[in-house]
């Protein structure tokens, strides 16, 4: 496992280059082409839980395996955006896999120690500096895209949790919105972010005392308002985003 510090849109296909000497190399796109669609046409029904269906589908033609991607911490105040890239192999899927948000904290700590015997997993948190300079949807996307990119095998296509696709990626790529019900690599993806996010959190608690980091993971609650306005704000407070901005510039006091 490697780790470092969301209507459906038209799969794309997106060819890219490399330039920089050899200690910087770094991915750019040169062009993208429309992709055959995973298509929900024929899949309607609704899932109670993830299932295979859209890797199987794939693993008739991708060159290479699989991978199910995801994101975590777009709404909090605080803390980074994490992504995970999960590769499942298909004869070692852990049993109990869905949408992390419908796990209880525990199932998830199994099912992300499970997975990392098991699976191929990236993880990768973007900080809080990134997410000022780029905003937060393009944090995301990052994120994702550097996930992709720390797998140890290059899938030979991903599935992105949501309604887009990250550009510059080095496959094939297709958006399943609600993803993380729909399809298991993508619910892997879920749990591993969510559970390497959560802990992440916890840690800054311990250094940040008073905001419940360790509860909220940095979202915007009541105990966590309120502690802006008696503790103040911290480094790892988002200062792009309205309400840290506010307080600072003294617009308006953060109300709980």
């Not at 590769?87 to 199932?107: E, M, Q, V």
């Not at 949807?137 to 949790?161: C, E, K, N, T």
């Not at 360790?214 to 309205?242: E, I, W």
Request: net charge neutral; with cysteine.
């Amino acid at each position: 496992m490697s780790v470092s510090v969301e209507g459906h849109q038209r799969p794309v296909w997106c060819r890219t280059g490399r330039e920089g000497g050899a200690h910087g190399l770094r991915p750019f796109l040169v062009g993208c082409k429309s992709m055959p669609s995973v298509s929900d046409r024929g899949m309607a029904k609704t899932h109670a839980t993830p299932d295979f269906q859209f890797e199987a589908q794939l693993y008739e033609g991708a060159e290479g395996p699989v991978a199910g991607v995801d994101e975590v911490g777009r709404g909090p105040l605080a803390g980074p955006v994490t992504a995970a890239a999960v590769i499942l192999d298909p004869k070692a899927i852990p049993d109990g896999l869905n949408d992390s948000k419908k796990l209880t904290a525990r199932k998830r700590a199994e099912l992300a120690e499970a997975l990392a015997d098991v699976a191929q997993v990236s993880i990768v948190h973007v900080s809080v500096e990134e997410i000022d300079a780029l905003n937060i949807l393009q944090a995301s996307m990052v994120a994702m895209r550097r996930a992709i990119a720390g797998l140890a095998d290059q899938p030979g296509h991903a599935l992105v949790d949501g309604n887009r696709v990250p550009e510059g990626l080095l496959c094939p790529a297709t958006a399943l919105v609600k993803g993380d019900a729909r399809s298991l690599s993508i619910a892997a993806a879920s749990i591993v972010a969510k559970q390497a996010r959560d802990a992440l959190m916890a840690e800054l608690d311990l250094s940040f005392p008073g905001y419940g980091w360790a509860q909220n993971a940095g979202y915007p609650t009541k105990a966590h308002l309120n502690a802006l306005q008696d503790l103040g704000v911290t480094p790892h407070h988002r200062r792009s985003f309205a309400p840290i901005r506010n307080m600072l510039c003294g617009q308006s006091a953060i109300k709980p």
